[in-house]
């Protein structure tokens, strides 16, 4: 129910479309908005343009996590596997929880710095090297609560994964594809 201040055009279009969207929430159609994090974790199309994939990544193949900032820019993450279970709890809640409303999918404790990230990352792929550049500012900073989905629909979304095991399982990914 905070005040939404989007800072890119691709963040103002979401936002733009959620509000016309849920304009259509009617008892013969419901509209429910799920708002996921920045998403990790492994699959066969992997991206590495996503932040904590990216840092896990460049740790395995260079040994090297070089962070172009001072760290300090907050991004919101979440596993994969748990937004499916987000977007399961969405389909089976009933519709009195979840009809016209939007939940920030997330974790406990899920807002993380870049720093935390890198640090999480190094941490994923002993011996790799951590360095921050600060050549660079990042005005995207943000910080979001998840506690509407973790209470109201605290019956059906139990989030399983957290940084650790998401970066475990990516590296296990990256052996078995060969990532170089």
Not at 23 to 32: A, D
Not at 89 to 106: D, H, S, T, Y
Not at 132 to 142: S, V
Request: aromatic fraction near 10%.
């Amino acid at each position: 129910n905070s005040e939404k201040t989007p800072v890119t055009a691709y963040a103002k279009t979401k936002w733009e479309s959620e509000q016309e969207i849920t304009k259509m929430h009617s008892n013969n159609f419901m509209v429910t908005c799920f708002r996921p994090s920045t998403v990790f974790g492994s699959s066969p199309r992997l991206r590495c343009d996503i932040v904590y994939n990216n840092l896990v990544a460049c740790a395995y193949t260079t040994g090297k996590i070089g962070i172009l900032s001072d760290g300090s820019p907050w991004r919101p993450v979440v596993h994969i596997k748990d937004v499916c279970q987000a977007f399961i709890a969405g389909l089976e809640a009933p519709p009195e929880l979840v009809g016209g409303k939007a939940f920030n999918v997330g974790i406990p404790d899920g807002n993380f710095t870049v720093r935390d990230l890198a640090e999480a990352a190094q941490k994923t792929v002993p011996g790799s090297e951590l360095v921050f550049l600060n050549e660079h500012t990042d005005p995207r900073t943000y910080r979001v609560s998840f506690n509407r989905i973790l209470t109201e629909l605290s019956d059906y979304y139990q989030p399983e994964w957290n940084l650790d095991k998401g970066g475990k399982e990516l590296v296990e990914y990256f052996d078995k594809v060969n990532l170089t």
